[in-house]
């Protein structure tokens, strides 16, 4: 892979696949590629000059074209993975060639259920702050970088790693974060003990002269990480500033990626964590800030779509602006996840003042019989929460345009791993 000059990417504008085609273009190669549709994404990538098709077709690739990446939603049945074997064309998945670039660098990789993101983020920020010049792929747009990629020199890598079908494995991590470990992809992992092996592999190969960075006192963790080789470092240990970011969970990452930047560098200053966390002014679509309404409610959006998550960041909204009334718009991904944790879904949203839902967010998956948002909002309004759902995005933007509930005293959040936050976006323009 790494004797290829010029590389094709399917699926471009997937928030990894996107990373890491700057970090290719970083090292010194020409890169393009295609997507399905256009997106915050796609033209953040055509601002930097990489050129982004959209659509599919196999005529899209250049003659020139010496390997192809695709991202790993992309089938093999696809027209353009199909015509780049036509040609002859290596080709490799984000993280297999993610993998390959981490077996040439100190790598430090971010995995964990919830958190990731932000730790990554905090973690790149510490140590480009520290001047250590870290390249670093994140699993959003940092505002602090306005990219999801952070350029810097060829020694060292920061990563976010994904679980989701053990993608987390194709990594060779010196340093592995574990923010929290708590069953989710049930559309892949069976059960908890499933989920839990991945990591367990993941702690076990990290070498003798690494580290794993957690939580060790949580039980789940502890199993997680007996026996490992590498020696383990207690996150909760750490002090951090006050933050910009809400919640309890936001400090835990704090702590994640200070802790991972110490044991990375144990000479690294106080000052320089400091100063990088309590300046860091998070991700697009974590608890982002999108505007107000012109009745004067606020409007944020948040990336939340597992329970845990949504509970959480409902209890921070919260401690953020007491005496508010929170409207959460929510956009349940998969049909799996919405079947597996209905009960857990109703009952995090619940602790909201009212709900709309939007129709589940299918991704991958089709549709299976008797679970929708219609059936969530039931068992939300059975809780009693006011909740109701509706047909289409198009449908919530119009419920909020027209309804005379958004009051200065209301702070809505759109939330969800879909689009949803196309409709704070409008809301905020109405």
Same mark, same amino acid.
């Given at each position: ?121 905090m ?45 987390l ?19 892949y992992? +069976?059960? &908890? ?5 991945? !990591?367990?592999? %993941?702690?076990?190969?990290?070498? *003798?002269?690494?580290?794993? $960075? ?29 933050l ?87 956009? +349940?991904? &998969? ?5 597996? !944790?209905?009960? %857990?879904?109703?009952?995090?949203? *619940?602790?909201?003042?009212? $709900? ?40 919530v ?7 005379s509930?958004?009051?200065?005293r ?10 949803i ?10």
């Amino acid at each position: 892979m790494f004797e290829f000059k010029r590389v094709y990417m399917v699926g471009i504008g997937g928030i990894g696949m996107s990373a890491l085609a700057q970090l290719l273009v970083h090292q010194g190669k020409e890169v393009s590629g295609s997507d399905r549709e256009e997106s915050p994404v796609t033209s953040m990538l055509a601002e930097k000059g990489i050129n982004v098709s959209i659509g599919h077709d196999k005529c899209l690739i250049p003659a020139d074209t010496e390997f192809l990446i695709y991202s790993d939603a992309v089938p093999a049945e696809n027209v353009e993975r199909a015509g780049a074997r036509e040609m002859a064309i290596p080709e490799l998945s984000y993280f297999e060639a993610l993998g390959e670039i981490s077996k040439n660098v100190r790598t430090i990789a971010v995995a964990g259920t919830h958190g990731k993101t932000t730790t990554t983020g905090m973690l790149a920020k510490i140590l480009q702050r520290a001047g250590k010049e870290p390249m670093a792929i994140v699993g959003s747009i940092v505002k602090d970088f306005n990219s999801n990629f952070l350029p810097g020199g060829p020694d060292l890598l920061v990563v976010e790693a994904c679980e989701y079908r053990d993608h987390l494995l194709k990594l060779s991590p010196e340093i592995l974060v574990i923010t929290n470990v708590e069953l989710d992809h049930t559309d892949y992992f +069976p059960d &908890l003990a499933a989920l839990k092996q991945t !990591f367990r592999t %993941a702690a076990e190969r990290v070498p *003798a002269h690494g580290a794993i $960075v957690t939580n060790p006192n949580d039980p789940i963790i502890a199993d997680v990480i007996q026996g490992v080789s590498a020696r383990v470092d207690d996150f909760t240990q750490e002090n951090v500033p006050a933050l910009g970011l809400i919640g309890e969970f936001n400090r835990d990452n704090a702590r994640a990626a200070a802790a991972a930047a110490r044991v990375a560098f144990p000479t690294l200053k106080q000052s320089a964590i400091d100063d990088a966390l309590a300046h860091f002014q998070g991700s697009w679509r974590r608890f982002e800030y999108k505007g107000e309404t012109q009745s004067g409610a606020l409007v944020f959006d948040d990336y939340a779509h597992h329970p845990t998550a949504i509970a959480k960041t409902i209890e921070a909204a919260r401690e953020k602006f007491p005496g508010k009334r929170i409207i959460i718009a929510f956009h +349940p991904h &998969l049909y799996s996840r919405t079947r597996d !944790f209905m009960g %857990a879904f109703a009952k995090a949203l *619940a602790t909201a003042d009212e $709900v709309i839902l939007a129709p589940i967010y299918a991704a991958r998956e089709h549709s299976i019989p008797g679970i929708s948002s219609h059936a969530l909002a039931e068992k939300v309004s059975a809780l009693g929460t006011p909740a109701q759902a509706l047909d289409s995005l198009h449908e919530v933007y119009l419920h909020f345009s027209r309804t005379s509930h958004l009051a200065p005293r209301t702070l809505l959040i759109t939330m969800g791993a879909g689009d949803i936050y196309k409709v704070a976006d409008q809301i905020v323009d109405v």
